[in-house]
């Protein structure tokens, strides 16, 4: 066997590093359109029904970071969703699984009462604004929406 190359030692250096960094920002998520005629249309305005004070601020800002405008009059109904799991579980089910969630997320896109597209995502820690932020991402580019 060879001799291990500097560059290679960067190399590796460098993946290792990145596993460190990126590997508490994995999510786990599910995704799914129901309406795939719906790709690729041109929404520039949504309505916002948020049934917490805390998702509906988080959506607000993520919305206005992603360019859509909120209102009442919008045939394209948002509706997020968040559970926080119990803070202890003895279940041996749900324990065995070293990737313990917090809770998730659900982001629902209607269109006169009928769905169009859902994600959701686990998280460990609390909700924040950076899973919001993520999953409309998410469901912007799987709609392929324009604005």
């Not at 607000?60 to 970071?65: Q, S, V």
């Not at 509706?79 to 699984?97: E, F, H, V």
């Not at 997320?105 to 820690?125: S, W």
């Amino acid at each position: 066997m060879g001799k291990i190359t500097k560059v290679q030692l960067k190399l590796i250096s460098l993946l290792i590093i990145s596993l460190f960094i990126t590997g508490c920002e994995q999510y786990n998520t599910f995704s799914h359109v129901y309406q795939k005629k719906l790709l690729g249309t041109k929404i520039s305005q949504i309505q916002l029904k948020a049934f917490d004070p805390k998702i509906d601020n988080f959506c607000k800002i993520a919305l206005a970071k992603a360019q859509f405008k909120i209102t009442t009059t919008s045939d394209y109904i948002l509706i997020p969703q968040y559970a926080n799991y119990p803070k202890k579980c003895n279940n041996p089910l749900a324990t065995a699984n070293q990737k313990s969630y917090r809770g998730f997320v659900k982001l629902t896109l209607e269109k006169e009462g009928k769905k169009i597209y859902t994600c959701q995502l686990d998280f460990k820690q609390e909700l924040s604004q950076k899973h919001l932020n993520y999953l409309l991402e998410l469901l912007i580019d799987e709609m392929q929406l324009k604005r």
